[in-house]
């Protein structure tokens, strides 16, 4: 009887910078992070309330090669070892995506590797694979992207293939509670601020206004946010818009803790209506918000199927993230070239 061989291990380098963080992985299989590396900007931006896109992609050119480099080290695994490096090549800022592309075609071109441009949603999903012990897909799978740019929702029917049912029309989630973060007074990113505060608060104080925009897929974010405004100004007249720190009294945890119910109550009623309509095998939640403790409780109390969301740390933006979606389009046969370029609108269901 022959041996049965097991196919070789396939590893790739993940490069990220689509938005304020210098990202740079080592995963093997798609699965088995062997290092993730992430250089955050955070605080950089903070004072601004929002991300600096010019500052961001200054920031990454100093921060790519000792990013690539610490990501190389701790996977233990020279260069001659890995089997493709992967860059997410959009959407994000141009600025930012240009160093991750170019620092990717200098390894592509150096080391003989084949480069693969990656979209930065697909990344996002594969966050999901990250860390399994095996691939537990249960196509269609019905995907809910919501991040700091984006609330997608996706009908994922095979790896590599989607449908967009609906996005934002206007805030993504995130930037709503960045936004109303700022209001209250709390610190940027807004959303672990705004769960930190809502904690002590109470969900039931303000009944803000949710729009589940019933004949479609789409969602809207800037209803409850300048609710939320005209909330904060009716309590405090002599408060200008914007202008921080909020004056003592504020019920800033009751506050916080009314705005996120009603964003969770939208993100899940809508994705519960759409898991049911299309008979997803699986929930698939991706991106910064799905780190978010009640929008999780939710999802898992009122879902008709498995719920999947990555682990707390792989919610936001991160290089092993890409380098598992690079595995994915690797497998099935996606070698990029070295004219390669950033596409900073891209749209998923396009690819
Ligand atoms: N616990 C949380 N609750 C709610 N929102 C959160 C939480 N943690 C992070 N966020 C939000 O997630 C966003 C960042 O997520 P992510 O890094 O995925 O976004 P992005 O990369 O800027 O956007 P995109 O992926 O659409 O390009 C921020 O808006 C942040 O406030
Ligand atoms: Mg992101």
Redesign the pocket.
């Known amino acids: 009887m022959t041996p049965k061989t097991s196919p070789p291990d396939v590893r790739i380098l993940g490069i990220e910078t689509?938005?304020?963080?210098t990202g740079a992985a080592v995963v093997e299989n798609g699965t088995r992070i062997l290092s993730n590396i992430l250089i955050s900007q955070g605080e950089l931006h903070a004072q601004y309330g929002g991300?600096f896109p010019e500052m961001a992609s200054r920031s990454h050119v100093e921060t790519i090669e000792p990013a690539i480099r610490r990501a190389m080290e701790e996977s233990h695994l020279s260069v001659e070892e890995l089997d493709a490096v992967a860059v997410t090549r959009g959407?994000?800022l141009a600025g930012s995506l240009v160093v991750g592309v170019n620092a990717a075609k200098g390894l592509s071109l150096a080391a003989g590797l084949p480069i693969l441009g990656i979209h930065?949603?697909e990344s996002?999903i594969y966050s999901l694979w990250l860390s399994q012990e095996e691939s537990p897909e249960r196509f269609p799978a019905l995907c809910l992207?919501?991040?700091?740019?984006?609330t997608d929702l996706y009908v994922m029917s095979g790896h590599g293939q989607y449908r967009r049912l609906g996005g934002t029309l206007d805030d993504?989630?995130?930037?709503?509670?960045?936004k109303v973060?700022r209001l209250l007074g709390l610190p940027?990113?807004?959303?672990?601020?705004?769960?930190a505060a809502a904690r002590s608060g109470n969900p039931e104080f303000v009944r803000f206004p949710r729009a589940l925009l019933d004949d479609s897929w789409n969602f809207s974010f800037s209803g409850v946010k300048t609710a939320v405004l005209r909330e904060v100004r009716r309590r405090q007249p002599n408060l200008a818009a914007g202008i921080n720190p909020p004056e003592p009294g504020l019920p800033v945890e009751n506050l916080a803790a009314s705005f996120?119910a009603a964003?969770v109550d939208v993100l899940t009623k809508k994705t519960v209506r759409a898991a049911r309509e299309f008979q997803a095998g699986e929930i698939l939640v991706?991106?910064?918000?799905?780190?978010?403790?009640?929008?999780r409780e939710a999802l898992q109390r009122d879902a008709p199927c498995p719920v999947r969301m990555p682990p707390?740390e792989l919610?936001?933006?991160n290089a092993a993230m890409v380098a598992a979606a690079g595995y994915f389009r690797f497998q099935s046969g996606q070698r990029d070239t070295l004219d390669l370029d950033v596409v900073p609108d891209w749209d998923l269901a396009e690819d």
């Open positions: 689509s938005c304020d963080d991300v959407p994000g930065h949603l996002h992207i919501v991040s700091g740019g984006h993504a989630a995130g930037e709503a509670f960045d973060a940027y990113p807004g959303g672990p601020a705004i769960e996120q964003v991706a991106g910064g918000v799905s780190a978010n403790q009640a929008l707390l919610c936001t933006d």
